[in-house]
């Protein structure tokens, strides 16, 4: 999935593990104590990305200058 984001050059936000959860009710969810923490830390990671990207406009950095897209062609 990840390459779909990266190919729209998107930030990607990362955590300890793949980001889920597993239960069938909300009280089955809450179970999932390492799938709790690893939406806790994705969170947390999320937060922090958007702060900085924040701070980053603020300080007057703008994003990368978009280049021209090159396309190789493989069959010759």
Known sequence: MNK??????????SSRYWNMVHGQTPDQVLE????VQIMQVL??????LLKCIEAGKQEGVSRPKEE???????IR
């Open 43 to 48: 969170g947390k990671n999320m937060a922090w």
């Open 68 to 74: 021209k897209r090159i396309n190789t062609n493989y």
């Open 32 to 35: 999932d104590r390492e799938g």
């Open 4 to 13: 779909y984001l990266l190919y729209a050059q998107m930030p990607v936000v």
